[in-house]
């Protein structure tokens, strides 16, 4: 009886020191960070998800964050140049990173969680020109890496319009659809579109300044001459399609001026 009473008191006692026993805390992970694969400056971001978007989206700055390996981070120019990061976790919502070319100078990309925007904080001065706040973007795919920005676009626009035909046009009653895929039904013809709002000269668009948007039929992409370069605009609920004119010699860059009255599309909520 006393052996089996000495055991039972040990047991309890073992059991009382494992409950009471401290825990280690989890080391954070930033996953509110790094579950989101794809962000875009924040500027540029609120010019293009705008009611009115600005006619000069090419002339803007545009950056991009994708997150597709571990403790690495590439940062575009938006379809233009791109630097690599490695980064290492400091906090629950925090990162540091070390740009190729800047590793004595590592940025801290805080997340405030309420706005959803993601801060650099720079090591000295601020680099000039470099964008200082991200928001992400989950519905942008990060494997095609060539189409980052065009599928940012393509988001935007996509959805179901309703064209306004014009005076002497047969009425048309078939909706006009645009699909976040870059695949168009309706569209003029065409079966595919491209918005080339990649950012600092994304536009050959001179007279007026005007959005760049590529039109092709399913399966010629790629192929010169298979694509049409029309300007665009999107004003609330309406987008506007002009067709161009180039005017550069044909051994230079294109520089288009727009050409005629636009096609107007109202979108259908």
């Not at 992970?29 to 989101?36: G, P, R, V, W, Y």
Request: with cysteine.
């Amino acid at each position: 009886m006393r052996f089996f009473f000495f055991v039972l008191s040990a047991t309890i006692l073992f059991v009382a020191c494992q409950q009471s026993a401290p825990t280690s805390p989890a080391a954070p992970d930033a996953a509110s960070i790094l579950k989101h694969k794809y962000w875009v400056s924040k500027p540029y971001h609120d010019a293009l998800f705008s009611e009115n978007l600005p006619d000069t989206l090419a002339y803007m700055n545009c950056a991009e964050l994708i997150f597709q390996t571990k403790d690495t981070v590439i940062m575009t120019a938006c379809m233009s140049d791109a630097g690599v990061g490695v980064y290492t976790i400091t906090g629950s919502n925090s990162i540091s990173i070390k740009f190729e070319g800047l590793e004595d100078k590592p940025i801290t990309a805080t997340l405030d969680e309420k706005t959803g925007t993601l801060q650099f904080s720079f090591t000295g001065e601020p680099l000039p020109y470099w964008p200082t706040a991200f928001v992400a973007k989950d519905e942008v795919d990060v494997n095609n890496f060539d189409i980052l920005t065009l599928s940012l676009g393509r988001l935007r626009l996509a959805g179901n319009y309703q064209y306004q035909t014009k005076t002497g046009e047969m009425a048309v009653t078939s909706l006009t659809e645009l699909h976040a895929d870059g695949t168009a039904v309706n569209f003029g013809g065409f079966d595919k579109f491209e918005p080339w709002i990649a950012g600092v000269g994304s536009s050959c668009i001179q007279h007026p300044p005007m959005n760049l948007m590529n039109l092709m039929h399913a399966g010629h992409e790629g192929h010169d001459g298979e694509s049409v370069a029309v300007g665009w605009q999107l004003h609330g609920d309406t987008l506007r399609i002009w067709d161009t004119q180039n005017l550069a010699p044909a051994e230079d860059l294109p520089e288009y001026k727009l050409k005629g009255e636009p096609r107007v599309y109202v979108k259908v909520k």
